[in-house]
């Protein structure tokens, strides 16, 4: 009775499986004129490097137009806030720093969309980074200056990036990306808008 109920239960699965495959339409293909906005959230943060301590994960939003099928035009947010602990040299104290980074970006990619709702793509950005740095501790002093450590800085600011983006619905998409941004790598969740 067992091997039945196993065997219709089988049957019944591949028959409903080439039913959905005969009348498969895909979800969403990337095409010219459609418009995303996106958030995301960091998960390789770029100060990780000076073994900094997350206040807020970095977090970025974003939006994306295609201006042709292989091609699209964006821009994106970002911000982030790290504590860090510096010994300097000759220093008998350790000084703890708040470093929050503000981003903004305008991006250029290109894409390469051959499958039905996957979009693979990479390019490239420019705009500007303003930091604020907070000694959490002590008035800002010599060390400081010595370092080149200022309380605020702005800066022009360039990258690239390689990502990924996922159509889980006609409206609804998944994404990841490698770059040089608020962090070095991003994933999160979009919504095509046109």
């Known amino acids: 009775m067992n091997k039945t109920i196993r065997l219709i239960l089988l049957v019944s699965f591949l028959q409903t499986a080439l039913a959905l495959t005969a009348q498969y339409r895909p979800v969403r293909i990337f095409k010219h004129g459609q418009a995303d906005a996106r958030m995301g959230i960091g998960l390789l943060p770029t100060y990780s490097k000076d ?6 994960p970095p977090v970025s939003v974003g939006f994306d137009w295609m201006a042709g099928d292989v091609l699209s035009i964006g821009f994106t947010q970002g911000y982030s806030h790290y504590e860090i602990e510096k010994l300097w040299n000759g220093d008998k ?8 980074t503000w981003q903004s970006f305008f991006r250029f990619a290109a894409h390469y969309t051959r499958t039905d709702n996957l979009d693979i793509y990479g390019g490239m ?5 303003f930091v604020a740095i907070r000694s959490v501790d002590h008035a ?7 370092h080149g450590i200022k309380p605020r800085r ?13 159509a889980v619905s006609h409206k ?11 962090s070095f790598v991003q994933t999160g969740i979009g919504m095509k808008l046109w």
């Open 51 to 56: 073994a900094s301590r997350v206040v807020a």
């Open 125 to 129: 950005q420019a705009g500007g980074e």
């Open 93 to 100: 104290t350790i000084r703890r720093y708040a470093t929050r």
């Open 154 to 166: 702005f800066r022009l600011q360039y990258g690239a990036f390689f990502g990924t983006r996922f």
């Open 140 to 146: 800002f002093g010599p060390a400081e200056a010595l």
């Open 172 to 182: 609804l998409l998944i994404w990841g990306e490698l770059g040089t941004s608020i």
